[in-house]
């Protein structure tokens, strides 16, 4: 009868400690999935603000009175240069999927078509710049999807 209690308090030992580790597993899980998360995000709005600061600077730096087509030029391409889209760009596509990376990769070369669509001459009430900048909200757009995607994916 001694050996039948002593074999039930071990069992009862060895049950709560697998289940308090277990549990203390399911709750490590949680919190390094709600990390991941979270820096996700914050690097996806990150990467998302900087392409719109760097859109909103040249379009000021194109609204800008230059008497030198080339100055007006040099002040658009600093401007995106300035923001730090390639940074942004980078962070991502070296830390997400291949379906992210793509979609921030088609915004920021869309991005890009902007810039060289101001850089050339082109003013904001232009056809030319309308078409790029048209683009670069049609791929934004589809970025976010993307983004919101994955970011879903990991909540569950």
Do not use: K
């Given at each position: ?11 009862g ?8 580790l277990l ?7 949680r919190?390094v999935?709600?990390?991941v ?5 914050n ?17 000021l ?16 391409r ?6 730090g ?31 060289e669509?101001?850089a050339s001459g ?18 934004t757009?589809?970025a ?6 994955d970011?879903?994916a990991?909540?569950?």
């Amino acid at each position: 009868m001694e050996w039948m209690t002593l074999a039930g308090t071990g069992l009862g030992a060895v049950l709560g400690v697998g289940a308090t580790l277990l549990g203390e597993q399911i709750r490590w899980r949680r919190s390094v999935r709600s990390g991941v998360l979270q820096d996700r995000q914050n690097m996806y709005v990150d990467c998302l603000v900087t392409l719109r600061r760097a859109h909103e600077a040249m379009r000021l730096a194109a609204d800008e009175d230059h008497a030198d087509p080339q100055v007006r030029a040099a002040r658009i391409r600093q401007a995106f240069q300035g923001a730090g889209c390639d940074e942004a760009r980078e962070r991502v596509i070296l830390t997400a999927g291949a379906d992210v990376a793509t979609a921030i990769d088609a915004s920021y070369h869309s991005l890009r078509q902007v810039r060289e669509t101001l850089a050339s001459g082109h003013t904001l009430a232009s056809e030319e710049y309308q078409d790029a900048r048209q683009a670069h909200g049609d791929a934004t757009r589809a970025a976010r999807t993307v983004l919101r995607r994955d970011l879903t994916a990991l909540e569950v």
